[in-house]
Nanobody, 131 residues
Framework: QVQLVESGGGSVQAGGSLRLSCAASGYTSFMGWFRQAPGKEREGVAAIYTRGGSTYYSDSVKGRFTISQDNAKNTVYLQMNSLKPEDTAMYYC???????????????????????????WGQGTQVTVSS
């Protein structure tokens, strides 16, 4: 069982920055960030293969958001720059573990952005961007 605790959400004006953190209580193979705005589906934003460092991004955040990790702290970060009002959402951290050969399949293509790829989820942290 892996517990995930997010932090770092808040309110910011458009063009500003925030950094989200997600601390995992146990071993993970890959971790992701998702977001869900009111009335919309939960969407994958970014993911990282924690055993090797490969990263994945949705087109909507590529070039603005950066996912990174601190293995010593078992923590993944999401640095969000040039924030836009449409980035306003509840942000969730997700994680799972699998052998390397399985992780490659689970992260292949757009699989990394699918909710069913991850077993463990955090409670979420709110990000609000005002214009």
């Amino acid at each position: 069982q892996v517990q995930l605790v997010e932090s770092g959400g808040g309110s910011v004006q458009a063009g500003g920055s925030l950094r989200l953190s997600c601390a995992a209580s146990g071993y993970t193979s890959f971790m992701g960030w998702f977001r869900q705005a009111p009335g919309k589906e939960r969407e994958g934003v970014a993911a990282i293969y924690t055993r090797g460092g490969s990263t994945y991004y949705s087109d909507s955040v590529k070039g603005r958001f950066t996912i990174s990790q601190d293995n010593a702290k078992n923590t993944v970060y999401l640095q969000m720059n040039s924030l836009k009002p449409e980035d306003t959402a509840m942000y969730y951290c997700a994680a799972d573990f699998a052998p390397p050969w399985a992780s490659q399949i689970l992260l292949y293509g757009d699989n990394w952005s699918k909710r069913e790829t991850y077993k463990y989820w955090g409670q979420g942290t709110q990000v609000t961007v005002s214009s």
